[in-house]
């Protein structure tokens, strides 16, 4: 990335795997920042990101890409290329396992990774609620992997966080409302838990603030937001938005999916909060009303 004078006195920030909560962090992010995003096949540059051009398997471009620039911040935020273990192997662990490499290896030492994790990582299923002193015992192979990669980052020696996001919507992420349109969402009382794509940026960017500040920060956080409810709740509330009936009701769709209870867990964001972090959409319904407020 080609350095201006300005550019020179900002901290430079890095993200790996730079997709859509990369670029939103870019669009909040200050003017203290210079931020360059990572990818195979990147978009056009930004007023306020640059890319480059890099294979994140490839270690020697990745560590080429490290050798370049002595980048403040480090944020890992990626994206398997196929839903499979391999796949989540080399997106999360292999990545991880080439950056720390080729921090050492260049004696690059910024001051802090943050790495993008998921709630998958927990493997309750009965109604209980998970913080980030819960037991971390994943059935899936995407919560292993995302597991192991989340110690290859706190295992690195450098000032290091993790942040577990929750399930991400937002726009671009309308798979539920067009459920709901075209009729084919089906009632259920599994709990979903939730957080806006914008939250998310959001959470990332005051974390990086608070460490500027010289905050301690713990090893991991839980990003979520302040309302773990239903599916069908969500669901219904959707419908009365957009004037939709539904065509089953929740009693018919657990019966038929083998549900006679509450299932999956309620995810807490109470460390995040205590930070003092504010979600922006604290709900399910503050988020989709703006999502909705520009399809409508």
């Known amino acids: 990335m080609m350095l201006n004078s300005d550019n020179l006195s900002k901290e430079r920030v890095l993200i790996v795997g730079c997709g859509d909560i990369g670029a939103r962090f870019a669009s909040m992010a200050p003017d203290l920042y210079a931020i360059t995003g990572i990818r195979r096949h990147p978009p056009m540059n930004t007023e306020c990101l640059r890319y480059q051009v890099c294979d994140v398997n490839d270690a020697d471009a990745l560590g080429e890409i490290i050798n ?6 480090i944020i890992i935020t990626m994206t398997p290329s196929e839903p499979t273990d ?6 999360y662990v292999q990545t991880c396992k080439y950056l720390i490499g080729s ?3 260049y004696q690059r030492e910024p001051r802090l ?3 993008v994790s998921s709630t998958g990582v927990y493997g309750q ?5 998970v913080d980030e002193s819960s037991p971390t015992e994943p059935e899936s192979f995407s919560g292993k992997r995302l597991l192991e990669a989340e110690k290859v980052i706190l295992d690195s020696g450098f000032a290091s966080s993790v942040i ?3 399930g991400i919507y937002g726009p671009g992420r309308n798979r539920l409302i067009d459920q709901v349109l075209e009729g084919r969402a089906k009632l259920s009382s599994q709990i979903t838990n939730r957080i806006h794509a914008d939250d998310c940026a959001a959470a990332l960017l005051h974390l990086i603030e608070l460490h500027r500040q010289r905050t301690q920060l713990d090893p991991i956080y839980l990003a979520t937001d302040n309302a773990p409810v ?3 709740e969500v669901i219904t509330w959707l419908a009365q938005q957009l004037g939709k009936s539904l065509a089953t009701s929740i009693s018919e769709t657990d019966a038929l999916l083998g549900n006679t209870e509450n299932k999956n867990k309620f995810c807490s964001n109470q460390r995040l909060l205590a930070t003092g972090f504010q979600l922006r959409y604290p709900t399910y319904q503050e988020g989709y009303a703006a999502i909705l407020a520009t399809k409508i």
């Open 103 to 105: 921090l050492k290896k």
């Open 164 to 166: 577990r996001f929750s």
């Open 125 to 129: 299923n009965a109604g209980e609620w």
């Open 68 to 73: 370049q620039t002595a980048f403040s911040i």
């Open 230 to 232: 239903t599916l069908s």
């Open 86 to 91: 391999s796949g989540y192997e080399r997106a």
């Open 113 to 115: 990774l943050l790495f």
